[in-house]
């Protein structure tokens, strides 16, 4: 894990925003160099928790999120409140507790070596995979308050409904929703899903889909396999961007325009 302190600036906000990146992060806050985001793309104040992202054109937070070592396809949205990706405990272990596998767990040993000098940790480390990778697909709807466990899939065009607690795989476009969340239903028919599937339009800008009608899936699907198959529709062009590398980036900027001024 490679951190590193961001001060999400008025002027940095500004950059951002001019690059396609809206976001409603302030202060300075550790951001590991594998967080990456596709342009346009809306983060509001959305907690990374440190740890690697990968966030798709078209997608958005609302506020509140948090986001932990997981990447969400385009056009997905992401309701206020909703976890996604957090850490997981051993169940099976003598302690749930992360001393057992985290080196320094927020300082309980830094403590004791302070008040006592002669204090060195005895118990042996263990190794534990607390974060595995969270995927979620394109054109995702996650409800307000969601909670999806680390390590969980889920299918591109699912919906998960508010308050539900994902421990499972989401099959595409199913809807789920409780605690812990089963599916109710599937947006569509089978046949639908799969020509959905071979289609994968997120990888198209829809806004410059003239005279498509959204509310008609079908027939969207049949005009978009026409423009597609007569070459009339290119892929979105766009590269991600890491957040780290665009604020040292910023950072020259500023220095360069300040040092000018002198």
């Known amino acids: 894990m490679s951190l590193h302190r961001i001060d999400f600036s008025t002027g940095f906000a500004e950059h951002l925003a001019a690059l ?16 990456m985001v596709e342009t346009p793309v809306t983060l509001g104040s959305v907690d990374f928790w440190q740890a690697p992202a990968e966030v798709g054109a078209f ?20 309701g206020p409140g909703a976890q996604v990706g957090m850490t997981r ?16 767990f927020l300082n309980f040993e830094r403590h004791l070596a302070g008040h006592h000098p002669d204090w060195t940790r005895a118990l042996p480390l263990q190794e534990y995979d607390l974060r595995p990778a969270t995927r979620i697909g394109n054109d995702v709807w996650i409800g307000s308050r969601a909670f999806i466990k680390d390590g969980v899939t889920i299918g591109d065009g699912a919906i998960i409904g508010a308050h539900s607690v994902v421990t499972h795989d989401v099959p595409p476009y199913a809807i789920v929703v409780g605690s812990p969340a089963q599916i109710i239903r599937y947006r569509f028919a089978d046949t639908l899903i799969e020509r959905l599937h071979r289609l994968a339009w997120w990888r198209c800008n829809l806004l410059d889909m003239p005279a ?12 978009l396999e026409r423009r597609i198959e007569a070459g009339e529709v290119g892929a979105l ?13 910023f950072t020259e900027i500023q220095a360069f325009l300040t040092q000018r001024r002198a």
Do not use: K, M
């Open 212 to 223: 498509l009608d959204v509310r008609d899936a079908e027939g969207c699907i049949d005009e």
């Open 20 to 35: 396609g990146i809206a976001t409603g992060l302030h202060g300075a806050i550790d951001i590991d160099e594998r967080v």
């Open 89 to 104: 405990h051993p169940a099976d272990w003598l302690t749930t507790s992360p001393i057992g596998y985290v080196p320094d």
């Open 59 to 78: 997608s958005y937070f609302g506020p509140g999120c948090t986001f932990a070592n997981a990447s969400v396809g385009r056009y997905s949205s992401i």
């Open 237 to 249: 062009d766009t590269q991600p961007i890491g957040l780290v590398e665009e604020h040292r980036r």
